[in-house]
């Protein structure tokens, strides 16, 4: 198979072949193929890789584990040198029965906004000194809440930034 593909290649043109090195490069470099190998590797997984200074025209490969995963490249550690190989994602054949895995959910975490707050509630926030102050709302405004500060100060906060105080 790869016999035929080489002859085909030796009786393209020069531009021909760059062209086909352009269309390949885009398809390796793609996002949507990078994040399917992404998330179908995990570290330390066994896994199969092309060796680039096998001499011929076939595949040659080698084993190794995953030690690293870049944006583009990941790094796998030959299992016969110890040397770490940093390759494309297409560079490394998944092994048989290899699932994508679901990546960690992301936890969204939501940001107190005006209906969260009322006049007298008791608040902290950090203050451009990263100071915690501790007031309680006066004032309900349209995008921060008017404080007053124990320590006899005025602010004005937005709501993302507020904590409730509970008093015990």
Same mark, same amino acid.
């Given at each position: 198979?790869? /016999?035929?593909?080489?002859?085909?290649? #030796?009786?393209? *043109?020069?531009?021909?072949?760059? /062209?086909?090195? #352009?269309?390949?490069?885009?398809?390796?470099?793609? =996002?949507?193929?990078?994040? +399917?190998?992404?998330?179908?590797?995990?570290?330390?997984?066994?896994?199969?890789?092309?060796?680039?200074?096998?001499?011929?025209?076939?595949? +040659?490969?080698?084993?190794?584990?995953?030690?690293?995963?870049?944006?583009? +490249?990941?790094?796998?550690?030959?299992?016969?040198? !110890?040397?770490?190989?940093?390759? =494309?994602?297409?560079?490394?054949?998944? =092994?048989? !029965?290899?699932? =994508? /895995?679901?990546?960690?959910?992301?936890?969204?975490?939501?940001?107190?906004?005006?209906?969260?707050?009322?006049?007298?509630?008791?608040? *902290?926030?950090?203050?451009?000194?990263?100071?915690?102050?501790?007031?309680?709302?006066?004032?309900? #405004?349209?995008?921060?809440?008017?404080?007053?500060?124990?320590?006899?100060?005025?602010?004005?906060?937005?709501?993302?930034?507020?904590?409730?105080?509970?008093?015990?």
């Amino acid at each position: 198979m790869y /016999h035929a593909m080489l002859d085909a290649l #030796n009786r393209a *043109s020069s531009i021909q072949l760059y /062209h086909l090195t #352009n269309i390949i490069e885009r398809l390796m470099s793609d =996002p949507s193929r990078i994040m +399917q190998a992404r998330l179908a590797l995990r570290l330390g997984l066994e896994v199969r890789f092309v060796d680039w200074a096998a001499p011929g025209v076939e595949l +040659q490969f080698r084993r190794g584990t995953v030690v690293v995963m870049k944006d583009k +490249q990941v790094g796998i550690k030959d299992m016969s040198t !110890g040397q770490v190989w940093m390759l =494309p994602y297409a560079a490394v054949e998944l =092994p048989e !029965g290899a699932t =994508p /895995h679901a990546p960690e959910p992301e936890l969204k975490v939501k940001r107190p906004g005006r209906d969260d707050f009322c006049k007298g509630d008791r608040v *902290s926030f950090e203050d451009r000194h990263l100071q915690t102050c501790i007031g309680t709302i006066v004032r309900i #405004n349209q995008k921060t809440a008017s404080i007053e500060a124990d320590d006899g100060r005025g602010w004005r906060v937005s709501f993302g930034l507020l904590r409730h105080v509970v008093d015990l």
